[in-house]
C-alpha cells in the first residue's frame, strides 16, 4: 500500500515509518511546515524538520516538506489569540489535529493518489458495535486519541496508526535497535509556536492589548489587581496577587467587565457542563448516545468521569454522575464508551 506519513522529528513517527517499512508499505515521509516564525520548543522547529528528513534518509523512503503556514495561523494561531481576548481557554493542539495534521494531510494525501496517510499519533482504530472506531493507544500513559477525537468515519478508514498497539517503551526499543537518531529525544510537550523564553504572556502581548482587571471574592470586595484578564483562566490560582492566606482560585473571568472572582475549591465544581461544536464520527450517535451514561475526558491526559450526555442539536448537557470539576470554556471534552475504550464523540466547553 502507498502511504504518506507525517514525520514530526520525533521518535514516535519515525517508528512509524520503520512499522510501514517491514509491513511492506511503499512510504514516503512529509514534514508539514506550520509555525512561520521562531520556535525552540513543540515540533516546528528547524531541527525537527531535519531529524524527519535524516530519519527518512536512514530508512530509505523519500520525504516531502508541504507548507501549511498560511493555513496554520488562519486556523491556530489567529484563533488563540482571539480566544483569549474573549476570555476562554483554547487547545490549539486539538484545532492543529483538526485543520492541518489531519484534514490537510488527508486532502493532500489524496490528491497525490496515497491510498491511506499515517501519523505516530498513540491511538488505534478498531471495530466496535459493527463500525470502525477511533481508540485508546495501548500505552496509557501516552494515549493520544483525546487530541484526535474530531476524525470522521470517513477519516478513520483511511487513516493508520502505526504505533498506536505499542508501549512508549517498545517505541524507543525498536528507535535503539535500528539506530534512529531520534531513539531518546524527548517529547514535545509544548504549544509550537510559543518559545520556552518569552512564554505565553511574551507571544500573546505584540498581538493584542491587555487591560488590569479588579480581583474580588465572592462577596463582591476587592483583594487585588491583576495586569492582564485575558492571561487569567478558570482555577488558576497562582499569579494573582493575593499573598499568604487560605488557598484561592479562580471561579469567575469576566474580560469586557475587568473583572476576576476568586473562592474556595468549592465554586470550581458543578453538576453539568455545557458543550456544542459538536463532532461525531458517525451522524446517527448523537440520537444513540441521547440520555445514555459515557465516560468523559477533559484534558489531553485528564481523569475519566462519568456523566449522562442529553443533546439537542448541535448543543450537548453533560450531568455529572458526581459534582466535578468545572473545565474551562474554550477546552474539548471527548466522549468514551462505558468500557474506556473508544471513542464516541466531542466538543467545546461554553461558559
Known amino acids: 500500500m502507498k502511504v504518506l506519513l507525517a514525520m514530526s522529528g520525533g521518535v514516535d513517527s519515525s517508528v512509524a515509518a520503520l512499522v510501514l517499512r517491514e509491513q511492506g508499505h511503499d512510504v514516503v515521509g512529509v514534514t508539514m511546515r506550520l509555525w512561520g516564525g521562531e520556535s525552540d520548543t513543540g515540533c516546528c522547529s528547524v531541527s525537527d524538520v531535519d531529524d524527519a528528513r535524516r530519519v527518512a534518509q536512514q530508512l530509505g523512503i523519500d ?110 526499543e525498536k528507535a535503539q535497535d535500528f539506530g534512529l537518531r531520534t531513539a531518546t529525544k524527548p517529547d514535545s510537550q509544548d504549544v509550537c509556536f510559543i518559545g520556552s523564553t518569552i512564554g505565553r504572556k511574551g ?8 487591560h488590569a482587571a479588579d480581583v474580588v471574592d465572592t462577596d463582591g470586595n476587592t483583594v487585588s489587581q491583576v495586569d492582564a484578564v485575558e492571561l487569567v483562566t478558570l482555577g488558576q490560582r497562582r499569579g494573582l496577587n493575593l499573598g499568604g492566606g487560605d488557598k484561592r482560585y479562580v471561579v469567575s473571568v469576566d474580560v469586557p467587565g475587568r473583572k476576576v472572582v476568586v473562592g474556595d475549591e ?79 464523540g466531542g466538543g467545546i466547553v461554553r461558559g
Open 63 to 172: 520525504h516531502l516538506v508541504f507548507n501549511f503556514s498560511e493555513e496554520f495561523n488562519a486556523h491556530v494561531v489567529d484563533p488563540y489569540v482571539r480566544s483569549h481576548a474573549e476570555g476562554t481557554t483554547p487547545n490549539p493542539c486539538i484545532e492543529c489535529n483538526r485543520h492541518l495534521k489531519f484534514d490537510k494531510l488527508i486532502e493532500r494525501g489524496r490528491q497525490l493518489g496515497f491510498e491511506a496517510v499515517a501519523t505516530g499519533h498513540h491511538a488505534r482504530t478498531e471495530n466496535f458495535e459493527g463500525k470502525l472506531r477511533l481508540a485508546r493507544g495501548e500505552d496509557a500513559a501516552k494515549d493520544q486519541s483525546y487530541v484526535v477525537h474530531m476524525l470522521s468515519a470517513q477519516d478513520l478508514s483511511y487513516v493508520m496508526f502505526p504505533v498506536g498497539h505499542l508501549q512508549k517503551s517498545q517505541v524507543r
Open 203 to 210: 507571544f500573546l502581548e505584540p498581538r493584542l492589548t491587555f
Open 266 to 344: 468549592s465554586g470550581l465544581f458543578t453538576p453539568v457542563t455545557h458543550v456544542d461544536t459538536l463532532v461525531w464520527p458517525y451522524s446517527d450517535d448523537a440520537q444513540r448516545l441521547n440520555s445514555a451514561e459515557v465516560l468523559v475526558q477533559g484534558s489531553a491526559h485528564g481523569e475519566r468521569i462519568a456523566a449522562r450526555a442529553t443533546i439537542d442539536g448541535d448543543a450537548m448537557t453533560l450531568t455529572w454522575l458526581r459534582p466535578n470539576r468545572r473545565i474551562a470554556p474554550g477546552q474539548t471534552v471527548v466522549l468514551y464508551d462505558p468500557s474506556d475504550t473508544y471513542v464516541l
